[in-house]
């Protein structure tokens, strides 16, 4: 993954762009891979990454707007560079090549020293998934994990 990676930001027209740069002007969210990547490594905070399908494509996308919804996931969304990548470019084809060619929408946690991923679903995802998941990974730790399948006993 890591040749993959390097081809990707010698791709990437934005590769000259300063880390000091980025951090002056922060978006709410990246549409570049390569600058969401190196913000997160320079911020040290975990990379949320949502790969979206094209308008074209019968599949829903992720909105990340429908995730911003609650206040509790805005404050949780602030722990957490985020990149939502649009896979019909051929930025995001390469992308979505890095992630295996995963069914769309996908949506990946890289932990906070971006070397491992540490949570991965082409699920869709409800509101409570994404408390879940954002609760879970806001911290960046490779150690942390989470299985949306599970479901807890009811106990009424």
């Known amino acids: 993954m890591l040749t993959s990676l390097a081809l990707l930001l010698l791709m990437d027209p934005s590769v000259g762009v300063q880390p000091q740069q980025l951090a002056a002007n922060l978006p709410a969210h990246f549409t570049s891979y390569t600058l969401a ?18 308008e074209d494509s019968a599949d829903v996308p992720v909105h990340l707007g429908d995730v911003r919804r609650t206040e509790q996931r805005r404050k949780l969304l602030e722990r957490f560079v985020v990149v939502e990548i649009d896979t019909t470019t051929s930025h995001g084809e390469a992308v979505h090549k ?30 409570e998934d994404w408390n879940k998941i954002l609760q879970t990974f806001q911290n960046g730790d490779r150690t942390a994990s989470l299985n949306l399948d599970v479901q807890l006993p009811c106990p009424t």
Do not use: C, D, M
């Not at 990547?37 to 094209?54: D, H, I």
């Not at 295996?100 to 082409?122: C, D, G």
């Open 37 to 54: 990547y190196r913000e997160a490594q320079r911020s040290k905070k975990p990379l949320l990454v949502v790969l979206n399908p094209g």
């Open 98 to 127: 890095l992630f295996e060619n995963k069914p769309l929408p996908h949506v990946a946690v890289i932990e906070r020293e971006q070397q491992w991923q540490v949570f991965r679903t082409s699920r869709k995802l409800q509101g």
